[in-house]
């Protein structure tokens, strides 16, 4: 008997009981449907951290010194020094200092940007270039200079140009900063985005942030494969220096994606095992409807085999039938996930339908009905065709 | 060439609960091509577990049974459904037709089993229905057909693989007298046709319209005769 027929047969008799073969595929359908939509979440929360994390740049380490817990106080000088003996660990340090503030421009004005005070190392340690004009200086902290280097969200949202921008005045909190230069765009200029910084000499952000100390640095490491010598190094020196592990935090972008990563593994473990056993719910119910069609068709059974069935014909008949609605189901809940991805998960997070995940479900509801599918395809085929047919 | 039907000292006994019944019990019989065979027989005198064992339906216990000089004990379960396939037609009392399905589909069923192409079954089940004078009722459903049109889908189904034997199980038996002999003048002219035809029934007058008439009682042949 051809496969085709066979399908054909298989959905007639599905039409013909709709409401139960509903009822039927339902547990294959959530299923289907949670696994999708939970890998689908989980990979967009993902997604989201990760590329957070990625944009503090790939070889960098933050320090933080909350100068807690201990009556020492490690010094902006000692901390640049400890560093420069340490050139083959640490290629560059910049220190930050931020703060928020209203920027004025003529009659524009705008208090959205970060305003960051930092020196020259900050365009290595952050790989954040200008595309006008020039970068900070160490000149400019020496001299306390008011100047600023821009970026192009700051610019679209004062200026008609970058020309425009270029050696204005712009006057943050009353202060009257010179543009002297414009950063590349990273993230199309959006409001918010880190397009949205202005960033300033250090030693004018601490006058005017009335921040004299200085606790958060970023440093580059010349070589990844260095990064974790570099953070012992760090730690090392720091314990020592406060006599306490609690004073200061180093921050490794690499160990909190190694933590993220698993996470998420153990996160896709536990979906998949959900999954699984919904499925195999999903199955047995199926199985359980099978023999109960089974029974109920005993005549219909007996009927084909008088007719010349043979026994494989009837497994074919029956296996195919449930791996059709194993297949319905799976592709019902593919689409439910799919769109629950799009229409509830996008609100929270980047909305990522992983194809795999989509196959895998898929593939898994129609291995679900062929294997719960051969028991009862089985009692069907042994069927004695003239108990079959006296039966009723 | 060999007879299409030999039975030798065939038995075969059924087990209810403790007791045996000895359903057929010594049945000698041979059937040659293209005879009209009608058996009759009180109830329960085994005459369907003889059209069964005709029919390679169930396996008998003793003795042989030849079909067209094969030896049917001997063969696999999918050999004997091919059997059934090509070169038996059954008619059931109770028609046996897959409510679900049209009278077109039904019809097609056994060729189906046979991997016939879709052209060649559609074809061959529409002379079918035409031959039976259902060619206007293709697509009707077995529940909007009366009993004696749904006995000519299942005679149209019996005919359509042409199997050189028809087994007719009492197909009269659920129908009003008039369509019983609608059924009856439309077996008698599958004979005419050249169709070797085995009736079963207890309707002594149906029986008389065969050619020769077996008389079954507790499993044996009693009688077995020409009718004139
Ligand atoms: N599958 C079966 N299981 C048990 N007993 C059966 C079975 N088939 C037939 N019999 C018994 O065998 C005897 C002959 O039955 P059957 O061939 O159906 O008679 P008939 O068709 O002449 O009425 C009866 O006594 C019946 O009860
Ligand atoms: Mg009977």
Request: hydrophobic share 45%.
């Amino acid at each position: 008997m051809g496969f085709i027929l066979a399908l054909k047969m298989a959905i007639a008799s599905i039409i013909s009981n709709k409401g139960r073969t509903f009822l039927t595929m339902l547990g294959v359908i959530i299923g289907v449907a949670a696994v999708i939509a939970a890998t689908g979440f989980a990979m967009g929360s993902t997604a989201s951290i990760t590329s957070s994390i990625e944009g503090l740049g790939a070889n960098t380490l933050t320090v933080t010194l909350y100068n807690k817990g201990t009556n020492r106080d490690l010094s902006y000088d000692e901390f640049i020094e400890f560093t420069e003996e340490n050139a083959e660990y640490i290629e560059a340090v910049s220190p930050t200092v931020t703060g928020n503030a209203t920027i004025k421009y003529e009659t524009e004005s705008y208090d959205n940007s970060q305003i960051i005070g930092t020196n020259a190392a900050y365009e290595i340690v952050k790989d954040s270039h200008v595309q006008e004009g020039r970068y900070i200086l160490d000149l400019d902290l020496e001299f306390r200079q008011k100047i600023a280097v821009i970026g192009t969200a700051v610019v679209n949202n004062l200026f008609d140009s970058k020309e425009e921008a270029l050696g204005a005045y712009i006057k943050i909190d009353g202060t009257p900063f010179k543009v002297v230069g414009i950063l590349d765009e990273k993230e199309g200029g959006q409001e918010g985005s880190s397009d949205d910084v202005i960033l300033i000499p250090l030693t004018t952000a601490q006058r005017m942030f009335s921040s004299a100390k200085i606790n958060n640095f970023t440093i580059l490491v010349p070589d990844s494969d260095l990064v974790n010598e570099t953070v012992v190094i760090l730690e090392t020196f720091l314990t020592d220096f406060y006599g306490t592990d609690d004073s200061y935090r180093v921050f490794n972008q690499a160990m909190v994606l190694d933590t993220l990563s698993e996470v998420t593994n153990s996160l896709a473990l536990i979906l998949g095992g959900i999954a699984v056993i919904s499925l195999l719910v999903g199955g047995i119910g199926i199985m359980n409807i099978m023999l109960v069609s089974v029974t109920e068709r005993t005549r219909e059974i007996g009927i084909r085999k008088a007719i010349g069935a043979k026994r494989s014909s009837i497994m074919t008949q029956f296996i195919i039938e449930a791996v059709v609605v194993t297949g319905l189901g799976g592709l019902t809940g593919v689409l439910i996930g799919v769109l629950s991805i799009q229409l509830i998960i996008s609100r929270f997070v980047p909305p990522i339908i992983d194809t795999t995940w989509v196959f895998v479900s898929f593939g898994f509801s129609l291995v679900i009905g062929l294997v719960f599918g051969i028991f009862p395809a089985l009692k069907a085929a042994n069927l004695n065709p003239i108990e079959a047919l006296r039966s009723e | 060439m060999a007879a299409l039907v030999e039975m030798k000292n065939l038995k075969k006994t059924y087990k209810m609960g403790e007791t045996y019944v000895k359903a057929l019990d010594g049945i000698d019989l041979t059937i040659e091509k293209d005879e009209f065979v009608s058996i009759i027989g009180p109830s329960g005198s085994g005459k369907s577990t003889l059209m069964n064992m005709i029919g390679c339906l169930d396996a008998l216990d003793e003795g042989t049974y030849h079909l067209e000089g094969i030896d049917v004990s001997e063969l696999s379960g999918n050999k004997l459904a091919m059997i059934r396939s090509t070169k038996i037609g059954f008619i059931f009392q109770g028609f046996n037709l897959l409510s679900k399905l049209t009278a077109l589909e039904n019809v097609e069923m056994p060729l189906i089993y046979q991997n016939y192409s879709h052209k060649n079954r559609k074809k061959k089940a529409i002379e079918a229905l035409e031959k039976v004078g259902l060619g206007d009722r293709l697509h009707h459903k077995p529940t909007e057909l009366s009993g004696g049109q749904q006995q000519r889908v299942a005679i149209a189904r019996a005919l359509v693989a042409d199997p050189p034997i028809i087994l007719a199980d009492e197909p009269t038996g659920n129908l009003d007298s008039k369509s019983g002999k609608e059924i009856m003048d439309m077996l008698v002219d599958l004979h005419k046709q050249g169709n070797t035809i085995i009736l079963i029934t207890h309707d002594t007058y149906i029986a008389n319209t065969a050619r020769r008439k077996i008389v079954l009682k507790d499993g044996k042949i009693t009688e077995d005769v020409e009718v004139s």
